[in-house]
T-cell receptor, first 113, second 111 residues
Framework: GPKVLQIPSHQIIDMGQMVTLNCDPV?????FYWYKQILGQQMEFLVN????????KSKLFKDQFSVERPDGSYFTLKIQPTALEDSAVYFC???????????FGPGTRLLVL | QQKVQQSPESLTVSEGAMASLNCTFS??????FRWYRQHSAKGLEVLVS????GEKEEGRFTAHLNRANLHVSLHIREPQPSDSAVYLC???????????FGQGTVLSVIP
């Protein structure tokens, strides 16, 4: 099936630093999503993004989080500054249309020390 | 707020025996239900999507939806050891394609 890539697969950073997680979505998809999964817990929706704008965000999407997709390149999630509770696996997804199937990447494992 | 619960937490079946997984949701206005599976360190693989009450089959995977009972199930016919993975139920509510996931069922298929 369609492939979503995420870079890097693992990231370890010190608390307070900035981190950018990169997602290479399916080439013709227009809608993009980030989900967060803390170890041992359910995957939870963070944000979705279309046409350069955030469509909906959850309470987990703190002010320190931002997303963008400049000029059709990577869809990125930036956290600045990071906190210990940001340690989790972050999954990117994309879909062709607003209600279509979301295809997920393998996740980026973020550890904040 | 939507709550999605899966059962059982883990399931072991013999190769060739039917595997049945359950998912309940709390919001009766939910309009789209998907089953994904996740092999270790890989992305989620979509198995079957269902939008209306009844049954939807995709190969060996069949989803059953009963909206009145707030229940959707997944049945895997003739499971193989390569089907061993975490199975996730995902429920969509509203128009922004936001998915609420269950906690997953760990399926082990033994030869």
């Amino acid at each position: 099936g369609p492939k979503v890539l995420q870079i890097p697969s693992h990231q370890i950073i010190d608390m307070g630093q900035m981190v950018t997680l990169n997602c290479d979505p399916v080439s013709n998809h227009l809608y993009f999503y980030w989900y967060k999964q803390i170890l041992g817990q359910q995957m939870e929706f963070l944000v979705n993004f279309y046409n350069g704008k955030v469509m909906e965000k959850s309470k987990l999407f703190k002010d320190q989080f931002s997303v963008e997709r400049p000029d059709g390149s990577y869809f990125t999630l930036k956290i600045q500054p990071t906190a210990l509770e940001d340690s989790a696996v972050y999954f990117c997804a994309s879909s062709l249309g607003a209600g279509d199937t979301q295809y997920f990447g393998p996740g980026t494992r973020l550890l904040v020390l | 707020q939507q709550k999605v619960q899966q059962s059982p937490e883990s399931l072991t079946v013999s190769e060739g025996a039917m595997a049945s997984l359950n998912c309940t949701f709390s919001d009766g206005t939910s309009n789209n239900f998907r089953w994904y599976r996740q092999h270790s360190a890989k992305g989620l693989e979509v198995l079957v999507s269902i939008f209306s009450d009844g049954e939807k089959e995709e190969g060996r995977f069949t989803a059953h939806l009963n909206r009145a009972n707030l229940h959707v199930s997944l049945h895997i016919r003739e499971p193989q050891p390569s089907d061993s993975a975490v199975y996730l139920c995902a429920v969509r509510t509203g128009g922004n394609n936001k998915l609420t996931f269950g906690q997953g069922t760990v399926l082990s298929v033994i030869p």
